[in-house]
């Protein structure tokens, strides 16, 4: 059984990640912002913050992964749609101060496990995404082009949307994508 203490301090280094990154993402942040003991930190992470970190990662990645499972059956374009609104409601309940935690490592980790872990997260997105952009009308080699579009091109839409402060960027990102994806669409 996993321990309550664990799952607070994942979920708030999860989100910690996500709105200052990873070299703000401190036990010392985490135990503030979750109250766990001081005493849990090497009790739930004796491997230290990597191990927490990397469970943060798995966390956020399952977290993405139940909410892509749930487009299962949609349209090409109505997954597309999705996936980006998940990201858009990200942006716009954080007030602009939220991200993806999986990109927060990736761009400041010098750790190989990090590394591995944030590679094995955007693999199972992106594979996911292909599955359901092919079963919703993709052939399947536009179905994984478009699947690695799209994340990158979110995960970049997202980042320049919380420079600017503004959606502006990412609803731009939101119409080309969904353009190109009803392309494919007909094409298939």
């Known amino acids: ?18 709105q200052h ?18 005493g849990s930190i090497y009790h739930h992470f004796p491997s230290g913050k990597d191990q927490l970190i990397a469970s943060a990662i798995d966390l956020a990645g399952d977290r993405a992964i139940r909410l892509i499972d749930e487009m299962a059956g949609a349209s090409a374009v109505d997954v597309t749609t999705r996936f980006l609104e998940m990201w858009r409601l990200v942006l716009a309940k954080s007030n602009f101060q939220a991200g993806c935690s999986v990109l927060a490592v990736t761009i400041a ?55 600017e402060q503004s959606l502006e960027p990412f609803d731009l990102v939101t119409e080309q994508l969904v353009s190109l994806v009803e392309g494919l669409a007909k094409r298939a």
């Open 109 to 163: 980790t010098d750790s190989a496990n990090l590394l591995d872990h944030a590679s094995a997260v955007f693999r199972l997105w992106r594979g996911r995404l292909a599955e359901l952009l092919q079963d919703g009308g993709l052939l399947p080699a536009d179905a994984i082009r478009f699947a690695a579009t799209l994340i990158a091109a979110s995960e970049g839409a997202v980042v320049v949307s919380r420079a």
């Open 1 to 18: 059984m996993v321990s309550g203490t664990r799952v607070k301090m994942v979920e708030g280094a999860a989100r910690l990640l996500a």
């Open 21 to 38: 990154g990873l070299q703000e993402t401190s036990f010392s942040e985490v135990l503030e912002l979750t109250g766990a003991p001081r």
